[in-house]
């Protein structure tokens, strides 16, 4: 019903920025929200931010200030900006849509490394 697509993963050394983007079919307007979340191995996945379809963000307290989210204007593909990396950064990201019926719809993830 929906094809989330991320792109811009890698591997960067600590304090460096890195760009991931995501291309949902259909458009990001259907949705309630969009946004990221991560899972690092042996740990729950959690969210990192979200944009809800009034253009709100929410950023997670533990990157507030370090990430933004952002959608472009053509509403097709969100992105999240990463800076001053961490290591426990490290992570695969997730695209994530919600549905106003609350459906959930997610992306294969992007790897994202932060290491020396």
């Known amino acids: 019903q929906a094809l989330l697509v991320e792109s811009g993963g890698g591997a960067v050394q600590p304090g460096g920025s890195l760009t991931l983007s995501c291309t949902i079919s259909?458009?990001?307007?259907?949705?309630?929200?969009v946004g990221w979340y991560r899972q690092a191995p042996g740990k729950q996945r959690e969210e990192v931010a979200t944009?809800?379809?009034?253009?709100?963000?929410n950023i997670a307290d533990g990157v507030k200030g370090r990430f933004t989210i952002s959608r472009d204007s053509g509403m097709n593909t969100i992105y999240l900006q990463m800076n001053r990396l961490k290591p426990e950064d490290t992570a695969v990201y997730y695209c994530?849509?919600?549905?106003?019926?609350?459906?959930?719809?997610w992306g294969q993830g992007t790897q994202v490394t932060v290491s020396s």
């Open positions: 944009i809800f379809a009034t253009g709100l963000p």
């Open positions: 259909g458009g990001i307007s259907r949705f309630n929200n």
């Open positions: 994530h849509a919600r549905e106003h019926d609350a459906s959930d719809y």
